[in-house]
């Protein structure tokens, strides 16, 4: 019987801190999707890191919002507290030398009776390091973390030593993945989101968050995989601005997005993609369960 140290650890944290760029930094693949704009993920995802002495499965989530409303926000927020309430470790991201109050209002969210390890992230950005002793005081004062780990997920800083934290809590069991798992979603979840980054990356700042992506066709054929996508937009204009001029922008999108699934999936991929307009899909709950948001 394996009875290793595993156990779920959810990494929480306002928009934009870095809490998808960890996640794919800590299990050492790209499976959820980064941008520089904030609000980028909307559904939550597991990492999955095993070695020899324990499992991780590390829950990237929607950044927390404390601003915005509409169903597409409120399903966003509910992942978030759902993720909170199951898992056995907590890990909040901050930025290191910005602690705003949309990070207090995370804080007030964690459990109290749950390890919860701070990762104070971005360190490379930090010019001067001093500064993070008198953030590290103030921050004790916040909530009773069982552990502060400044890193930077960018450039792997201090990676081993988070993992190191987190493991001190992970309770032993049996692990629930097989040894080479390292996601708990489908490579057509993963082909979505790998498209609505492309949108994030080529979409100006308020396109990306007005569409969605669907997966119409996925069939797999030895080594091939024909995928069939449709970027739902909210307005017939967004149509034209995703295609853009002579359909370079769509081409752009598709291509880069279809390089990230043959590197995962590591396999040849042809990849179709539509654009569709459906006005008001954020704030239809009925749509939003058809594009994948419980
Ligand atoms: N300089 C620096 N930038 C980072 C670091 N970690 C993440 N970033 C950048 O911060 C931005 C946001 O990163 P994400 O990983 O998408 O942040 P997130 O917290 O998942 O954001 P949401 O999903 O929108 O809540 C991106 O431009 C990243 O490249 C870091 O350690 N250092
Ligand atoms: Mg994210």
């Known amino acids: 019987m394996d009875e290793r140290k595993s156990g779920y650890i959810a990494i929480v944290g306002r928009p934009n801190v870095g809490k998808s760029t960890l996640l794919n930094r800590l299990i050492g693949e790209k499976i959820s999707i980064v941008s520089r704009k904030a609000q980028t993920t909307r559904h939550k995802i597991a990492g999955i890191l095993t070695r020899s002495d324990a499992q991780f499965v590390f829950v990237d989530t929607p950044g927390f919002q404390t601003r915005h409303t509409g169903a597409l926000n409120r399903a ?3 992942g978030v507290t759902e993720a909170l ?3 056995d470790v907590v890990v909040p991201v901050i930025e290191a030398g910005r602690f ?3 990070d207090q209002a995370v804080i007030r ?8 390890v701070l990762a104070i992230n971005k360190l ?3 010019k001067d390091k001093a500064t993070l002793l008198p953030m590290l005081a103030g921050l004790a004062e916040v909530f009773p973390f069982a552990a502060v780990v400044p890193i930077s997920a960018a450039k792997g800083t201090q990676i081993e030593n988070l993992l190191a934290e987190v493991k001190k809590y992970l309770p032993c069991g049996e692990t629930g993945f097989g040894e080479d798992e390292i996601t708990d979603r489908s490579e057509r979840f993963l082909a979505a989101e790998f498209i609505r980054e492309k949108l994030f990356r080529w979409l100006g700042d308020e396109l990306p ?4 992506v669907k997966i119409e066709k996925f069939e797999q054929d030895g080594a091939l995989r024909r995928i069939g996508a449709v970027i739902v937009v909210d ?3 967004h149509k034209g601005i995703v295609i853009g001029k002579g359909g370079q922008t769509l081409k752009r999108i598709a291509s880069e997005a279809r390089q990230d699934m043959e590197r995962l999936f590591d396999g040849k991929v042809f990849l179709e993609v539509f654009v569709q307009v459906k006005s008001g899909w954020s704030d239809d709950e009925r749509l939003l369960k058809s594009l994948g948001y419980e």
Do not use: F, H, I, K
Not at 109 to 116: C, M, V, Y
Not at 209 to 212: C, D, G, K, P, V
């Open 76 to 78: 966003m927020n509910r």
């Open 85 to 87: 309430a199951s898992v």
């Open 100 to 102: 705003e109050s949309e």
């Open 109 to 116: 969210l964690l459990p109290r009776d749950r390890p919860t």
């Open 124 to 126: 490379d950005r930090l």
């Open 209 to 212: 968050y007005a569409a969605a």
């Open 235 to 237: 307005r017939q204009a």
